[in-house]
């Protein structure tokens, strides 16, 4: 018996098309009418956020007489779904062989368009273990990115998009979103800091080690100049993943007191199923 086409699909994506992400992104920046073409494919009326791994945070965000670390976001959004399907292993880490993070940490789907999520990629979850799964990517040192990725109906040959929330858990070395500096503007704009969120460095506390610089920021918001590390706040997005690779304390994540509510409120608004 012929298998259904999302099989067929989503092994393409999984064997192939990764592979050409970075070269896919790159003709974004050259030719306006390709452009156009990738961001309605795969990106049109995305939004995504950043969250910081919780790891080496130095401050906690109050939010209405309560306190969170910047995972509670995230985890305040699981709270709030009944449809969750976890993925059975990380596609971008399967896909590249990654030997410094756990393949089996999937990324995490919410909302309606969930339960049309082939058993051999997903398994439906419970609250409890999908916040079991944040918790472990936490632990694995990953950073999340939570948010609408049209990207993910598209291998998968789901629908609607509207109906469907991505949750990833990225790595420095594996992330789909490390094409992020290969892509055109009007594409990278919607992947957004998370509100409130900012990266400190304290040069006093650097011993040059360069670790940050090795463990590659997905941004390239790090990088060697003139013998000293320099950042580009412009385009940093606050995931952390420097911070947990600098053990002098030299790296630290800041938080204001409104980054909870004002990106629960707008995830939620995402999903449009209220």
């Known amino acids: 018996m012929r298998r259904p086409r999302f099989v067929d699909l989503s092994r393409f994506t999984l064997k192939y098309i990764f592979n050409w992400r970075f070269w896919i992104a790159e003709i974004t920046k050259k030719s306006n009418t390709y452009k156009k073409v990738v961001d309605k494919m795969l990106f049109e009326d995305d939004e995504i956020v950043v969250v910081p791994n919780t790891i080496n945070v130095n401050k906690k965000i109050e939010s209405e007489g309560s306190e969170f ?13 009944k449809d969750i399907v976890i993925m059975n292993s990380c596609l971008c880490r399967t896909s590249n062989k990654c030997q410094d993070y756990p393949r089996d940490i999937g990324c995490i789907f919410i909302g309606p368009t969930s339960k049309k999520i082939p058993e051999h990629i997903g398994k439906k979850a419970t609250v409890e273990e999908a916040l079991a799964q944040v918790d472990r990517a936490d632990a694995a040192g990953l950073s999340h990115i939570i948010g609408r990725n049209k990207i993910d109906t598209v291998w998968m040959n789901i629908r609607p998009g509207k109906g469907l929330l991505t949750i990833c858990h990225c790595c420095p070395c594996c992330c789909l979103w490390k094409v992020y500096p290969n892509l055109d503007n009007s594409i990278t704009d919607k992947l957004e800091k998370l509100d409130g969120v900012s990266l400190k460095f304290d040069e006093s506390k650097c011993k040059m080690c360069k670790k940050c610089l090795k463990e590659r ?4 918001a790090l990088s060697l100049k003139d013998d000293e590390i320099s ?8 995931c952390g993943l420097c911070v947990n690779s600098c053990k002098f304390g030299a790296l630290t994540i800041e938080y204001t007191n409104e980054a909870i509510d004002n990106v629960v409120n707008r995830i939620d608004d995402l999903l449009e199923i209220r």
């Open 69 to 81: 670390l910047p995972t509670e976001v995230i985890k305040e959004v699981i709270k709030r779904n």
């Open 217 to 220: 920021c997905m941004f390239n």
């Open 231 to 238: 950042i580009d706040y412009d385009i940093c997005k606050g």
